[in-house]
């Protein structure tokens, strides 16, 4: 099933409503609501989740984690917070949670020195940045490459498509410092990924 | 929250944009089945509307209940607490005048019917004349019996010395058989009294 295949039966009122008023709606006991709503979010969710854990079937709890407890929640995004932050910011808390009760070490939460890891970057030029592989395993073994707050901040802006002051507040970090880490992921993942193009 | 003056970097975009295009991965159709049922099944209930909620209210046997409670115990009190209307202002004939001076117009307002009949003529009279004096053969039949009926209530029987007087009376003006009469009247009536000693000791005062 791709993200296309996947269309519940909404009606076209439902389709052009925020999602807050989705929310709302179905807090009123609107099921359909939540339908539209899940269908828009599903995808990058769970991609996300994928992408940050490595791992598909904790990605799947966590996916599934997500979305019950928004069901079973009554509460609504606070303040001038949008749905999307929102909900990828409980997915990512109960990520750490997740990790916190394994015993596993939080790599989102290490202090990380930006510029340890800045390489020199090559691939700056349009030509080169055309030229990215397409190979899908490349793709994925270029984004593990990346330190975890990077990884993070780039994959919330490519599956979450949030803005980076709403990456800055839902990862509680300063603006300046999210710009900085999605562009040294962006410079890794460019030379990374860069293929080698006949002069 | 948002900085409006963030603006992205044209070249940055297209590294987003290459991962999107080849970006995969679903969540299991089992996974959306299990989390669309759970939402369906926990769906809040829809929070009726004040008017349904009274409905629904009413329709309960207890409310029920009590409902008819509040109104019944609001009628007792309503009459009980209905202030009766005085029978003088009833039958006072000020009151009959203004109704008949009310229908007065209305009578000479109404067009006079083609071929008079004298049933609406007497329906028509003013109730204040009705009231004065009896106009017609069938008022006046009307009253009789009202007049008897309010005869005996009026009479009430003699006492036991008015009787006894009246015997003396009637003793004294030489009607012995009358007074006899009544002094079996008055025995049939007191049967336990003595009635002899009792006429002896009146005459004697």
Redesign the interface.
């Known amino acids: 099933m791709t993200g296309k295949e996947f269309a519940p039966h909404m009606p076209a009122a439902l389709d052009s409503s925020s999602d807050e008023s989705l929310l709302a709606r179905y807090r009123n006991g609107d099921g359909a609501s939540f339908e539209v709503l899940y269908a828009r979010h599903r995808q990058g969710l769970y991609r996300f989740l994928v992408s940050l854990s490595n791992k598909a079937e904790l990605a799947e709890e966590i996916f599934q984690d997500t979305w019950l407890s928004l069901i079973r929640s009554a509460t609504q995004p606070q303040g001038r917070a949008s749905f999307r932050t929102w909900l990828f910011q409980i997915a990512r808390n109960r990520l750490i949670d997740h990790w916190r009760r394994h015993g596993v070490h939080t790599p989102l939460h290490d202090s990380y020195d930006e510029q340890l890891h800045v390489q020199p970057d090559d691939t700056s030029s349009p030509e080169q940045q055309l030229s990215l592989s397409r190979d899908q395993a490349r793709l994925d073994a270029a984004l593990q490459a990346l330190p975890e707050d990077q990884r993070e901040v780039f994959l919330l802006r490519l599956h979450g498509d949030l803005e980076l002051p709403q990456i800055a507040a839902l990862t509680g970090a300063p603006l300046e410092t999210v710009k900085s880490r999605l562009r040294y992921a962006q410079q890794k993942l460019h030379r990374l990924l860069a293929e080698e193009v006949p002069a | ?3 409006s003056k ?1 603006t992205p970097d044209p ?2 975009e ?3 944009e ?3 295009q ?8 089992s ?2 089945a ?3 049922a ?3 099944r ?6 009726p509307s004040l008017w349904k909620r009274w409905l629904q209210a009413c329709q309960r046997p207890r409310w029920q209940m009590a409902f008819a409670t509040v109104a019944g115990v609001a009628l007792m009190i309503g009459l009980v607490l209905r202030s009766p209307v005085p029978h003088e202002e009833l039958a006072s004939p000020a009151s009959m005048e203004f109704s008949a001076d009310r229908q007065e117009p209305a009578v000479a307002a109404a067009p006079p019917p083609a071929m008079p009949a004298p049933a609406p003529i007497t329906r028509m009279a003013p109730q204040g004349e009705l009231a004065r004096a009896p106009a017609s053969p069938v008022q006046a039949l009307a009253d009789k019996p009202m007049a008897k009926m309010s005869k005996p209530a009026a009479v009430a029987p003699p006492s036991l010395e008015q009787g006894l007087q009246e015997i003396l009376r009637l003793r004294q003006a030489g009607e012995s058989k009358a007074a006899d009469e009544k002094l079996l009247a008055l025995h049939k009536r007191f049967p336990k009294e003595d009635l002899p000693a009792r006429l002896e000791a009146l005459q004697k005062r």
């Not at chain 2, 080849?22 to 159709?29: I, L, R, V, Y």
């Open positions: 929250m948002i900085d963030h070249n940055d297209v590294l987003i290459h991962f999107r080849h970006a995969s991965g679903e969540p299991p159709a996974l959306d299990f989390i669309l759970t939402a369906r926990e769906a809040p209930t829809p929070t």
